[in-house]
Protein backbone atom coordinates (compact mmCIF):
# COMPACT_ATOMS: atom_id res chain seq x y z
CA UNK A 1 0.00 0.00 0.00
CA UNK A 2 1.08 3.82 -0.16
CA UNK A 3 -0.18 6.20 1.80
CA UNK A 4 0.68 9.49 0.25
CA UNK A 5 0.31 12.25 2.37
CA UNK A 6 1.25 10.01 5.66
CA UNK A 7 1.62 12.88 7.72
CA UNK A 8 2.82 11.53 11.45
CA UNK A 9 2.19 7.85 10.16
CA UNK A 10 -1.26 7.20 11.98
CA UNK A 11 -3.01 5.46 9.16
CA UNK A 12 0.43 3.79 7.69
CA UNK A 13 0.99 2.64 11.08
CA UNK A 14 -2.33 1.67 11.54
CA UNK A 15 -1.96 -0.20 7.96
CA UNK A 16 0.56 -1.90 9.10
CA UNK A 17 -0.27 -3.30 12.59
CA UNK A 18 -3.32 -5.14 10.51
CA UNK A 19 -0.76 -6.95 8.09
CA UNK A 20 -0.36 -4.33 4.84
CA UNK A 21 3.39 -4.00 3.73
CA UNK A 22 2.90 -0.41 3.72
CA UNK A 23 5.36 2.93 1.99
CA UNK A 24 4.10 6.50 3.45
CA UNK A 25 5.37 9.46 1.27
CA UNK A 26 4.89 13.03 2.80
CA UNK A 27 7.20 15.93 0.64
CA UNK A 28 7.13 17.30 4.63
CA UNK A 29 10.88 16.24 6.13
CA UNK A 30 9.86 17.43 9.45
CA UNK A 31 6.38 14.74 9.08
CA UNK A 32 8.46 12.08 7.92
CA UNK A 33 11.13 12.65 10.87
CA UNK A 34 8.30 12.30 13.34
CA UNK A 35 7.20 8.93 11.47
CA UNK A 36 10.41 7.45 11.27
CA UNK A 37 11.18 8.37 14.99
CA UNK A 38 7.53 6.25 15.93
CA UNK A 39 8.49 3.17 13.83
CA UNK A 40 8.86 -0.30 15.33
CA UNK A 41 10.89 -2.66 13.53
CA UNK A 42 8.17 -5.70 13.64
CA UNK A 43 5.89 -3.88 11.19
CA UNK A 44 6.17 -3.42 6.78
CA UNK A 45 6.22 -0.15 7.26
CA UNK A 46 9.03 2.42 5.24
CA UNK A 47 8.35 6.43 4.99
CA UNK A 48 10.01 8.46 2.54
CA UNK A 49 10.09 11.90 2.09
CA UNK A 50 9.07 11.94 -1.48
CA UNK A 51 5.40 13.35 -3.81
CA UNK A 52 3.37 11.26 -5.38
CA UNK A 53 4.67 12.72 -9.10
CA UNK A 54 8.38 11.33 -8.67
CA UNK A 55 7.24 7.72 -6.88
CA UNK A 56 7.73 5.22 -9.80
CA UNK A 57 7.24 1.84 -8.43
CA UNK A 58 3.65 0.62 -8.58
CA UNK A 59 1.11 -0.14 -5.28
CA UNK A 60 -2.10 -2.46 -5.38
CA UNK A 61 -3.43 0.09 -2.96
CA UNK A 62 -3.42 3.70 -2.33
CA UNK A 63 -4.65 6.15 0.43
CA UNK A 64 -4.82 9.99 1.03
CA UNK A 65 -6.60 11.10 4.09
CA UNK A 66 -7.73 14.27 4.92
Known sequence: MLDVGCGGGLLSTSL????CNVTGIDPNENCVWISWENL???????FKQNLVEDI??????????E
Open 40 to 46: REDLKLQ
Open 16 to 19: AWIG
Open 56 to 65: EETYDIVTSM
